[in-house]
């Protein structure tokens, strides 16, 4: 009976591979990862799934400032988050100044399991 079990189970599996993993993944973003852009005022990022946007967010700290070697990481604040669909927009009050960015986010998908993940672009 086990056996009969086990085996109907991995059948199930193979059968619907597509419930058995869907997770949303990010599948591109304005600016994109590695990406030097001139003062964006917007960042978007795309996933493959619809996503729980109250339970959704997104963090930016500037990294580093050209000519100030020692800058200490300091998080962007004031930004407008939207979602549409399965696009998360940050929309910024004025245009992001020159330096390094470090981004990162996490996503609650539908099916309630949370995804995080994060890249890093230039202004310049």
Same mark, same amino acid.
């Given at each position: 009976?086990?056996?009969?079990?086990?085996?109907?189970?991995?059948?199930?599996?193979?059968?619907?591979?597509?419930?058995?993993?869907?997770?949303?993944?990010?599948?591109?973003?304005?600016?994109?990862?590695?990406?030097?852009?001139?003062?964006?005022?917007?960042?978007?990022?795309?996933?493959?799934?619809?996503?729980?946007?109250?339970? +959704?967010?997104?963090?930016?700290?500037?990294?580093?400032?050209?000519?100030?070697?020692?800058?200490?990481?300091?998080?962007?604040?004031?930004?407008?988050?939207?979602?549409?669909?399965?696009?998360?927009?940050?929309?910024?009050?004025?245009?992001?100044?020159?330096? +390094?960015?470090?981004?990162?986010?996490?996503?609650?998908?539908?099916?309630?399991?949370?995804?995080?993940?994060?890249? +890093?672009?230039?202004?310049?």
């Amino acid at each position: 009976m086990t056996r009969y079990f086990l085996t109907a189970a991995a059948a199930l599996a193979l059968a619907l591979p597509g419930v058995a993993s869907a997770h949303s993944k990010l599948v591109s973003s304005t600016p994109a990862a590695n990406a030097t852009v001139a003062k964006p005022t917007k960042l978007s990022l795309t996933f493959s799934e619809t996503f729980l946007a109250p339970m +959704s967010s997104a963090e930016l700290v500037m990294t580093g400032m050209p000519g100030m070697a020692n800058h200490e990481p300091m998080p962007i604040k004031g930004f407008k988050t939207d979602v549409n669909g399965k696009t998360m927009t940050l929309t910024f009050p004025r245009a992001l100044p020159a330096g +390094s960015y470090d981004l990162k986010w996490h996503i609650v998908g539908a099916d309630q399991h949370k995804m995080e993940g994060g890249y +890093s672009f230039k202004v310049k």
